[in-house]
């Protein structure tokens, strides 16, 4: 069974940073690209940033670009997403997804970022 | 930047009923075009992608069709278990992007 568990989330004030994490299980990981997508409390869905299977290749929205950082560990499994900067507008459920087409959806994380 | 432009944002059908939903891409996505299903507090489930295939176990009430930049998804016979909001998202080209949701009730 695909699953991906997102953490890392936390209350973190403005300007601060946070790692979130997205362990994959259930299939071979390293043959999927990746994408984080994030959901405003009560808004639609924001697609973040994409990686590759090899990490070679990598896009941003521009909302995020430059203050998040996405990366990968195939030996890990794993999915990170480093933000820094972070701005109440920010504040959100994260999720972790499989492919472009969003075959897997993680089960989110949620970031809140408030003084 | 592709837009998407979903309609309608909110929508209330009697159980049975067949509901549309459209979704029109601001140019061409090579009909790389995915529906998503999302129940309150719970993730996102992909039900289409590419137009009009449907993702394993997803029931054969729901359908895709469209080209070029004009998408429509359907429910033949709405089930109560079918209230959610729908997405729709193009996968042509970096950024993807989503449609801005149809919350979808029941009479």
């Known amino acids: 069974e695909v699953q991906l568990v997102e953490s890392g989330g936390a209350l973190v004030q403005p300007g601060g940073s946070l790692r979130l994490s997205c362990a994959a299980s259930?299939?071979?990981?390293?043959?999927?690209?990746m994408n984080w997508v994030r959901q405003a409390p009560g808004k639609g869905l924001e697609w973040l940033s994409y990686?590759?299977?090899?990490?070679?290749?990598?896009y941003y929205a521009d909302s995020v670009k430059g203050r998040f950082t996405i990366s990968r560990d195939n030996a890990k499994k794993s999915l990170y997403l480093q933000m820094q900067s972070l701005r109440a507008e920010d504040s959100a459920v994260y999720y972790c997804v499989r492919r472009s087409r969003g075959d897997s959806w993680g089960q989110g994380t949620l970031v809140t970022v408030s003084s | 930047d592709i837009q998407m432009t979903q309609s309608p944002s909110s929508l209330s059908a009697s159980v049975g009923d067949r509901v549309t939903i459209t979704c029109q891409a601001s140019?061409?996505?090579?009909?790389?075009l995915n529906w998503f299903q999302q129940k309150p507090g719970k993730a996102p489930k992909l039900l289409i992608y590419?137009?009009?295939n449907l993702e394993t176990g997803v029931p054969s009430r729901f359908s895709g069709s469209g080209s070029g930049t004009d998408f429509t998804f359907t429910i033949y016979s709405l089930q109560p278990e079918d209230i959610a909001t729908y997405y729709c998202?193009?996968?042509?080209?970096?950024?993807?992007?989503f449609g801005q949701g149809t919350k979808l009730e029941i009479k």
């Open positions: 259930g299939f071979t990981f390293n043959m999927f690209d």
């Open positions: 140019q061409a996505i090579n009909n790389f």
């Open positions: 990686i590759s299977r090899s990490g070679n290749t990598i």
């Open positions: 998202q193009q996968s042509d080209s970096l950024p993807y992007t």
């Open positions: 590419d137009v009009s």
